[in-house]
Protein backbone atom coordinates (compact mmCIF):
# COMPACT_ATOMS: atom_id res chain seq x y z
CA UNK A 1 0.00 0.00 0.00
CA UNK A 2 1.58 3.38 -0.97
CA UNK A 3 1.77 6.16 2.00
CA UNK A 4 -0.48 7.82 -0.24
CA UNK A 5 -3.19 5.47 -0.23
CA UNK A 6 -2.07 4.38 3.70
CA UNK A 7 -2.76 8.30 4.08
CA UNK A 8 -6.31 8.48 2.64
CA UNK A 9 -7.54 5.75 4.08
CA UNK A 10 -6.42 7.03 7.65
CA UNK A 11 -7.48 10.49 7.25
CA UNK A 12 -11.37 8.55 6.14
CA UNK A 13 -11.21 7.03 8.87
CA UNK A 14 -10.86 9.43 11.07
CA UNK A 15 -12.65 11.54 9.83
CA UNK A 16 -15.80 9.39 11.48
CA UNK A 17 -16.78 10.80 14.42
CA UNK A 18 -17.86 6.92 15.70
CA UNK A 19 -13.95 6.17 15.38
CA UNK A 20 -12.57 9.38 17.55
CA UNK A 21 -15.40 8.35 20.08
CA UNK A 22 -14.05 4.80 20.54
CA UNK A 23 -9.49 5.83 20.55
CA UNK A 24 -10.99 8.67 23.49
CA UNK A 25 -12.76 6.08 25.36
CA UNK A 26 -9.82 3.61 24.76
CA UNK A 27 -7.40 6.00 25.63
CA UNK A 28 -8.31 6.02 29.02
CA UNK A 29 -8.58 2.45 29.81
CA UNK A 30 -8.63 -0.42 28.00
CA UNK A 31 -12.17 -1.10 27.36
CA UNK A 32 -14.55 -4.25 25.59
CA UNK A 33 -16.89 -4.06 23.06
CA UNK A 34 -19.86 -4.11 25.27
CA UNK A 35 -18.45 -1.39 27.19
CA UNK A 36 -17.60 0.93 24.12
CA UNK A 37 -21.04 0.11 22.76
CA UNK A 38 -22.77 1.52 26.17
CA UNK A 39 -19.94 4.60 25.67
CA UNK A 40 -20.63 5.76 22.39
CA UNK A 41 -24.51 4.81 22.81
CA UNK A 42 -24.00 2.40 19.39
CA UNK A 43 -25.02 -1.05 18.79
CA UNK A 44 -22.44 -3.91 19.39
CA UNK A 45 -22.33 -4.94 15.81
CA UNK A 46 -21.66 -1.41 14.42
CA UNK A 47 -18.19 -1.02 17.63
CA UNK A 48 -17.00 -4.50 16.15
CA UNK A 49 -17.03 -3.23 12.70
CA UNK A 50 -15.48 0.09 13.41
CA UNK A 51 -12.63 -1.81 16.25
CA UNK A 52 -11.67 -4.16 12.93
CA UNK A 53 -10.95 -1.14 11.50
CA UNK A 54 -9.02 0.68 13.46
CA UNK A 55 -7.15 -2.18 14.19
CA UNK A 56 -6.36 -2.90 11.02
CA UNK A 57 -5.34 0.25 10.41
CA UNK A 58 -2.97 -0.13 14.28
CA UNK A 59 -4.87 2.80 15.99
CA UNK A 60 -5.94 0.24 17.91
CA UNK A 61 -4.86 -2.72 19.90
CA UNK A 62 -6.62 -6.09 21.02
CA UNK A 63 -5.78 -7.34 24.16
CA UNK A 64 -7.28 -10.54 26.40
CA UNK A 65 -8.50 -9.38 29.62
CA UNK A 66 -8.43 -12.03 32.73
CA UNK A 67 -10.93 -12.15 34.92
CA UNK A 68 -10.57 -13.76 38.36
CA UNK A 69 -12.96 -16.39 37.67
CA UNK A 70 -10.74 -17.78 34.99
CA UNK A 71 -13.03 -16.38 31.86
CA UNK A 72 -11.37 -13.90 29.42
CA UNK A 73 -12.48 -11.62 27.23
CA UNK A 74 -11.37 -9.17 24.34
CA UNK A 75 -10.35 -5.60 25.41
CA UNK A 76 -9.19 -2.40 23.31
CA UNK A 77 -6.79 0.12 23.99
CA UNK A 78 -6.22 2.73 21.81
CA UNK A 79 -2.33 2.69 19.82
CA UNK A 80 -1.88 5.87 19.29
CA UNK A 81 0.73 8.31 20.59
CA UNK A 82 0.77 10.73 18.13
CA UNK A 83 -0.57 11.91 14.93
CA UNK A 84 1.02 14.49 12.79
CA UNK A 85 -0.61 15.81 9.12
CA UNK A 86 1.55 16.99 6.82
CA UNK A 87 0.39 19.13 3.51
CA UNK A 88 3.15 19.94 1.52
CA UNK A 89 4.13 20.66 -2.12
CA UNK A 90 0.82 19.41 -2.91
CA UNK A 91 0.04 16.39 -1.03
CA UNK A 92 -1.28 14.93 2.30
CA UNK A 93 0.56 12.69 4.57
CA UNK A 94 -0.46 11.40 7.80
CA UNK A 95 1.96 9.73 10.10
CA UNK A 96 1.30 7.92 13.12
CA UNK A 97 3.26 7.01 16.16
CA UNK A 98 2.03 3.85 18.05
CA UNK A 99 2.77 2.95 21.52
CA UNK A 100 5.25 0.12 22.53
CA UNK A 101 4.73 -1.48 25.79
CA UNK A 102 7.87 -3.00 27.27
CA UNK A 103 6.67 -6.73 26.18
CA UNK A 104 5.88 -5.75 22.34
CA UNK A 105 9.62 -3.83 22.22
CA UNK A 106 11.13 -6.65 23.64
CA UNK A 107 9.26 -9.05 21.10
CA UNK A 108 9.93 -6.34 18.11
CA UNK A 109 14.16 -6.55 19.28
CA UNK A 110 14.24 -10.15 19.64
CA UNK A 111 12.62 -11.10 16.50
CA UNK A 112 15.17 -8.26 14.63
CA UNK A 113 18.44 -10.10 16.16
CA UNK A 114 16.90 -13.59 15.10
CA UNK A 115 16.52 -12.44 11.61
CA UNK A 116 19.67 -11.05 11.25
Given at each position: ???????????????????????????????????????????????????????AHELLVERTQLEPDGSHHSVYDANVDHLTVDIDDGSISVSVEVRENASERFSRIWNDIRET
Open positions: MSSETRSDELLELLGEELVRQILAATSREPLSVKELSEECDVARSTIYRRVEDIV
